[in-house]
């Protein structure tokens, strides 16, 4: 057990205690004796004093040249490889997911900071002709100017990178509000980030709860721009509170992804994909595999298989290589989970393995949860509707290809989903009918790649697309430019011809 770490805000460059001198813990959801990290319990104050530093920051770092900014980042992406062994086990101590997922999360993060660094040499605009002689037409990227990033504590290391690094290779300066639940990830994140040179006030973080730190960053008037990753519903609060103060906004919210497996597929690989989809991360991914929509002439055979599967996956805690399934974060997710069980048994489905926080030796301290298999789910229930954000699939029946379609698309999300066939015509068909942001051909829900657009329709998001070169059109404005040598007024759409 390392001794607890001592974590504080970073504002203006400097290491900070709140304002308010108060301060909260993050503790092993593994082992909640352990405790993990404090750190400070922010309020207004504190995120008043990192809106002023990201404000006067902003008007030297979007003079930095692009390509300048991005060594940095570059940067970045070494010190993420440096330290990715320290942060993956403190990641793992302090929100549970298995250690060579939590290797992974860092992976991600560097993987974004080496494709970002690169886009420092493009941030492509367009030159175009204009229609009058002796004019030249063109667009170029800028800044926004100081953005608040909202993050969630399922990838404590991958998210914040997401949105940080587009947003300091477009000339922003940021303001970080971590999840409370991983303050100590996002320390070291932020050391990181330091070390490779971010100037004072570019980059601040402020700990604290989100309806603290995270409301009076919406509804600041300093702030022009807030990228939120989490629930629905406060995304909805999120969008109203910058509607009305006119700030951009960047929602990326919740899922209900399904896997279809039709009776043409490679069951084997399909059993693997609904295994990884659905317990991966204990099941808490916005991508996470919550539906798998079975036609009934496998369902049998797929169901049997995969409850000897689910049967053999080992809990405990995520530092542990022996564990598949680490714990849920916290006691609210655990209560969540426990929830939908009991609405599950009211809305009469059948519980073929777990339904229960699990027990056993080294789980007595932890917040555990049975990997759980609902059957006999019918799309409409709210077991199928609703984001549980733990380890329990849904089972659901049809009788065709069309059935699994419409079932996949009822459903008020759209972030992830996927189809096992075999049929190249299904496969096809299955592109341009889902409704989601991102469609998986033979590949399981989740593991989304940062060189490629993330984000999903409906209530999963507002149309913006997290990573790739997409996340520039979140953190930039595009400035469309006219420069006329001709020496004389000319007027566009007057006939001058
Ligand atoms: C999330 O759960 O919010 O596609 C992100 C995936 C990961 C990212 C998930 N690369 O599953």
Redesign the pocket.
């Known amino acids: 057990m390392s001794a607890p770490l001592s974590c504080q805000n970073y504002i203006d460059g400097q290491w900070k205690s709140a304002q308010s001198g108060e301060s909260f813990e993050s503790r092993n959801p593994a082992d909640w004796n352990e405790l993990v990290a404090t750190a400070p319990k922010s309020d207004r104050a504190d995120v008043d004093a990192a809106v002023t530093a990201a404000r006067r920051s902003y008007s030297s770092w979007r003079l930095v040249p692009a390509p300048v900014r991005s060594e940095i980042v570059h940067r970045i992406g070494e010190g993420l490889q440096a330290r990715k062994e320290e942060l993956a086990s403190l990641m793992s101590r302090e929100m549970g997911k298995v250690l060579v997922e939590a290797r ?1 999360d860092v992976q ?1 993060g560097i993987d974004c900071a080496f494709y970002y660094a690169g886009e420092g040499r493009r941030l492509f605009g367009q030159t175009t002709p204009s229609e009058l002689g002796n004019k030249f037409a063109m667009t170029m990227r800028m800044p926004i100017g100081v953005a608040a990033l909202i993050t ?1 504590w ?2 404590p290391v ?2 914040p990178c997401w949105k940080a690094l587009p947003a300091l290779v477009c000339g922003n300066t940021l303001i970080f509000k971590p999840a409370k639940d991983v303050p100590a990830c996002a320390t070291i994140l932020t050391e990181i980030f330091a070390a490779a040179g971010v100037p004072p006030g570019v980059f601040n973080l402020v700990h604290g709860t989100g309806q603290k730190v995270g409301s009076a960053l919406t509804d600041h008037f300093g702030i022009d721009l807030v990228s939120f ?1 989490g629930s629905s519903k406060t995304g909805a609060e999120v969008a109203a509170i910058c509607g009305r103060t006119h700030k951009r906004v960047s929602l ?1 919210m919740g ?1 209900k992804n399904a896997q279809i497996v039709m009776e043409d597929a490679n069951l084997d690989l399909a059993l693997e994909g609904a295994l990884w989809g659905a317990f ?2 204990t099941g ?5 595999t919550s539906r798998l929509i079975l036609h009934r002439d496998i369902k049998a055979d797929f169901t049997a298989k995969l409850l000897a599967q689910t049967r053999k996956l080992r809990l405990g805690s995520g530092i542990d290589p022996n564990t598949d399934v680490g714990p849920l974060v916290n006691a609210a997710q655990l209560d969540r989970v426990k929830y939908y069980l009991e609405l599950a048994q009211e809305e009469g489905v059948t519980i073929l393995t777990g339904g229960h926080p699990a027990q056993g030796e080294g789980l007595e301290q932890g917040y555990f949860f049975e990997p759980t298999i609902l059957d006999g789910v019918k799309s409409e229930m709210r077991v199928a509707q609703e984001e549980i954000f733990g380890p329990v699939v849904s089972l659901i029946e049809v009788d065709s290809f069309e059935e699994a379609i419409a079932v996949l698309n009822n459903s008020c999300y759209g972030l ?1 989903s996927a189809v096992y066939t075999q049929n190249v015509n299904r496969a096809f068909q299955a592109m341009r009918d889902i409704e989601a942001g ?1 469609t998986y051909i033979n590949g399981p ?6 060189h490629l657009p ?1 984000g999903g329709v409906k209530a999963t998001g507002n149309g913006h697309r997290e990573a790739g070169s997409t996340a520039l059109d979140i953190f930039s404005n595009w400035k469309t430019v006219y420069v006329d040598f001709s020496g004389q007024l000319q007027r566009a759409q007057i006939d001058n011809r």
């Open positions: 992974g991600e969630p399922n990838f991958a998210i990753t990326e899922g991966g991360t808490q991914r916005c991508t996470a992830s991102i829900t989740i593991g989304a790649e940062v993330f």
